[in-house]
DNA sequence: AATGCAAATGAGAATGATTTGCATTAAAAA
DNA sequence: TTTTTAATGCAAATCATTCTCATTTGCATT
């Protein structure tokens, strides 16, 4: 089968061990970013014996090759890690909940090219984040 | 004369303090975001008595008060916070030596409003972040 | 299947940013 | 000026994250 936890690490060069595989399949079932204890404590309740230090290795592996995006946005003090689908997309933040909801469309690979050449700097990458009161939230 | 510290301090019905006049002195000179021990140690070379929990107070006091925005796009651990300049502005960030040069264009409003009725959000804001290199940092 | 080696892991201690409790001090109200 | 209330300084506590080191595991080779 194509795609699976053990062809990923392969294919990037990592070791394929019980821990990475479980943590490539608790990134893949999850449709939220995670924080690192979170990552942690599905790992207990699936009765994989780990430890938070190595949750943070791990990610920082992944991170390092790309399975994996980091971000801080939710100003909690928490960082959180997602599965990188290499889609371009972004995050609609709500700030009572902390829901995150995607969004695919981007509207800004026009201006980036412009900002280029204006100032001269070589753009790797942005993060285009919205924030507000979703559905829910609005009412109260 | 006009938008002294002290008025600013009484606008927002917050007590006018030799502390909060300073550290608001600080931000206003800043062209840059700065992580509460910066503050601390202009502070100090202000031969200004005080303490870092006094400044994370402080700061926490005026974000509440939109005098400043907090922000952890640089992932060094740190919060960095900047004067509320209420202008619309966003980051471009050198992923290497993390410099941060504003820019004040701002391509989304319309993606935004469009945004709005889609996902029946109710938006109160946004962050657009550029990450590369800056010019010095291009040649390395 | 056994062996060796490098890399991964677990457990807990260490680190570093941020918060908190509390006694003291300073600002605003009376 | 006195009273009331909130802000400050200091030290200790907290919390996320990183590090250390002894042990284990994956994997290539015998």
């Known amino acids: 089968m194509k795609n699976s936890c053990k062809e990923i690490l392969m294919d990037k060069g990592l070791k394929n061990t019980r ?3 479980r943590i490539l399949e608790v990134f893949k079932k999850s449709d939220r970013p995670l924080t690192a204890e979170e990552i942690f404590l599905i790992l207990k ?15 920082e592996v992944f991170e390092a090759k790309g399975l994996v995006l980091k971000s801080n946005s939710i100003d909690d003090g928490k960082a959180r890690f997602e599965f990188n689908t290499k889609e371009h997309k972004h995050h609609v933040i709500c700030t009572r909940c902390h829901q995150i909801i995607f969004i695919n469309e981007c509207p800004f690979s026009e201006f980036e090219k412009k900002l280029k050449d204006k100032i001269d700097f070589d753009i790797t990458g942005h993060k285009f984040e919205i924030y507000g009161y979703c559905k829910e939230c609005q009412d109260q």
Do not use: A, K, P, Q
Request: with cysteine; charged share 20%; aromatic share 6%.
């Open 45 to 59: 309740s699936n009765s994989e014996n780990s430890c938070l230090s190595t949750v943070y290795r791990t990610v």
């Open 19 to 21: 821990h990475r595989e």
